[in-house]
């Protein structure tokens, strides 16, 4: 009954939140308008009104606001700490301002017509904002907060989805010039009726009067007032709740002998948060990682079972029964903990709130290069010259990878790691790993030209290459932090490289990257391998020379 709850708790408030962040990008739109002209701006608002003024639509928009506030309200109540990351509080702040700033506008635009029975149009509406810079500042502040509200609702349901990374940038771009064309909208029209009053003393057939007549205007004050009250009432009353002592009391114990006193319902998470003790979390707190992992080591007995959204995770990393996810793991009784990964072994320190400071997952193409027989070349030459002839080498490595539109991850030894994928759509990273083998192919040819006469044997490589979903992130210690990616896909390009070498191949390529990729390799040898902790096999295309891709590559490549 928890996990229903739970869930359903959270599909209301996303439904509400989608039907309300519909109309305000209608009404934002509607504003736009106002770049064209006063008549289009009107036009606008009686199309979207035959949706949002109807009954159905009317129901649909003021159900989910109340829904959405009172969901809001409940998930405050329900927080076991009011410490949280700077965005989500943001978010939090900003959703309760709104009915604050809004108030004025909604009684005007649709509680006044309710007593008149004379529909408030957009050159009423304008000059009223318009005449008042109170008000104009008002109805700006509006617009952005329920803008940044929307948007921060909608990052933190989208940034953990697989597609986010490919339309990233396309959402970053209309998250920032909706605002710009609503407000630029709304002033431009303002300025407009400004000029059309001023030449003719009114709008068409209808002249700008003030206020209507028809609306005792100390009714609609009160009105005003008594929303006000009724929405600081709520929020101060959440608040209250949320002071009053809650019937029972847990300790979660740590191994260096803190203890954190806490409310039943806290999780083991919020717990460490709300008593200062530093613990991992990269995806927030969501169950979206492992990070945030305790074992358990006493107190075990009569504790809930893991919901079906941690016992997913925990399967994912083989866990043992007495591992619980921190954020997910609310103890009805006192347990004795151990965090598996601790802030200093992980080396994450303030860094993690940089940008790129979290983790993410993309699809991404991976490529794994080695030079062959290197130790053996090395033994024959004075260490200078090997230095210069590995810098050479690497250099080639990163002009084939970045000409092709990848990035170096890391050079391991006389191997590189490069991925591709991180700007650029699934389909064209698959591309780009198959081109850059082909360049690699070609540049390690070019070495044994220039190196003719100088090498015992000639220079030859071996790469693996495989796409798929893995973790991005800022890894490492201090200056040493770097970008880089972890995961299945990465362990798979690897020992599809060992795989090359195996049969004495230059490349080694996954079934699943070329069929991205929109390529076929038939005629080229192809083998179904087994991978450690995998039982299906991998398709995989054995190629002699990588230069053979160049028959099917497109010529941009």
Known sequence: MTTFSTSARKKTHLVSGTVLGTFILCHFFNHSLGLISIDAMEAGRRTFNLLWHSVPGTILLYGALLLHFMMALDSLYRRQTLRMPAREALKIVFGLSLPFVLMAHVVAARVEPIFSGIEATYPEILRTLWSSSINTTRQTA??????????????????????????????????????????????????????????HGG??????????????????????????????????????????????????????????AVSLGFSVLEASRAAGIPHVSVCGGRGRCSTCRVRVIQGLDGQPEPEAAERATLTRIGAPDNVRLACQFRPVHSVTVVPILDTDSLGIKKQLAQQNGEGRERRIAVLFCDLRDFTRIAEHKLPFDTVFLLNRYFEMVGEAVESSGGVIDKFIGDGALAIFGL????????????????RLSN????????????????????????????????????????LTAVGDTINTASRLEGLAKEHDAELAVSVELVRRAGLDLEGNMRLDIGLRGRQATLETWILGSATQLSDVLPAAS
């Not at 209808?206 to 009714?219: C, E, F, I, Q, S």
């Not at 759509?425 to 082909?438: I, M, R, T, Y």
Request: proline share 5%; glycine share 12%; net charge positive.
């Open 142 to 199: 509006a617009l952005l907060l329920a803008w940044s509200h929307g948007c921060l609702g909608a990052w933190f349901w989208m940034r953990g989805r697989p597609w986010f990374p490919r339309y990233e940038i396309l959402l970053y771009t209309i998250a920032l010039l909706v605002p710009i064309f609503a407000l630029l909208g709304f002033v431009n029209g303002a300025r407009s009726l400004e000029r059309v009053y001023a030449e």
């Open 203 to 260: 709008y068409g057939d209808t002249a700008y009067v003030g206020h209507n007549p028809r609306v005792d205007m100390a009714l609609m004050e009160d009105i005003r007032l008594a929303l006000y009250a009724g929405f600081g009432g709520l929020i101060a009353g959440t608040f209250a709740l949320r002071a009053l002592p809650k019937r029972g009391r847990i300790r979660v114990r740590y191994p260096d002998g803190r203890v954190a």
């Open 423 to 438: 700007k650029t759509p699934f389909h064209e990273a698959c591309l780009q790993s198959l081109a850059a083998a082909v």
């Open 443 to 482: 540049g390690i040819q070019a070495l044994n030209q220039t190196f003719d006469g100088e090498l015992e044997q000639p220079l030859r490589l071996a790469i693996g290459l495989h796409a798929g979903p893995a973790i991005i992130g800022e890894m490492g210690y201090g200056r040493a932090t770097s």
